[in-house]
């Protein structure tokens, strides 16, 4: 697992030794932040369910202001902070679970993250969070990596949906 492009674009990321953790494959990161490259810079991001912290480390990398990274798993606390081992740049690892983080961080968010376990079914109670938390900036997006067969259902405007193999990305905006 390595950072995809960017500042710290080749750098070498801790992969977790628990089946608990699921990274975002370098595939679907790719494709993912090749179409939000330009989106990004200077931007406030919340890598929702952080796992390995990859995604955030990877929105830093292309010049997100500041990220949050949330998951209530130590094991994944741990992992991310091993991960941001000289990563320069704002951010703040949370060691919480999604409702408290959702519900105590008041920040309005350009980019949103979310990619729980896929079994959790969690997807529609973050999204309801979000929408009435007002959490999304205006101009914000909101990306779920799903499988394939589950279809995302919310209050926000989905705009586009790309497959890769068996996972999919949601994007939303207000």
């Known amino acids: 697992m390595r950072v995809i492009s960017g500042k710290y674009g080749g750098k070498v990321l801790k992969s977790p030794v628990s089946n608990n953790i699921r990274p975002t494959g370098d595939k679907v ?8 490259q330009f989106f990004i810079p200077g931007k406030v991001v919340l890598d929702l ?60 968010f350009d980019l949103i993250l979310i990619d729980p376990p896929y079994a959790s079914g969690y997807y529609g109670d973050v999204l309801n969070i979000i929408h009435e938390n007002k959490l999304l900036s205006d101009d914000g997006i909101i990306v779920c990596e799903h499988p394939n067969e589950l279809k995302i259902e919310t209050e926000f405007n989905i705009y586009d949906i790309k497959r890769y193999g068996t996972v999919s990305l949601t994007f939303m905006k207000n």
């Open 29 to 36: 990161k790719q494709a993912l932040f090749t179409k939000l």
């Open 49 to 108: 369910f952080c796992g390995s912290g990859a995604l955030g480390i990877e929105a830093i990398s292309h010049g997100a202001d500041k990220v949050y990274f949330v998951d209530k798993d130590a094991r994944s606390i741990k992992l991310t902070k091993q991960n941001l081992t000289g990563i320069d740049g704002k951010y703040r690892v949370l060691n919480m679970d999604y409702k408290t983080a959702l519900n105590s961080i008041d920040v309005k």
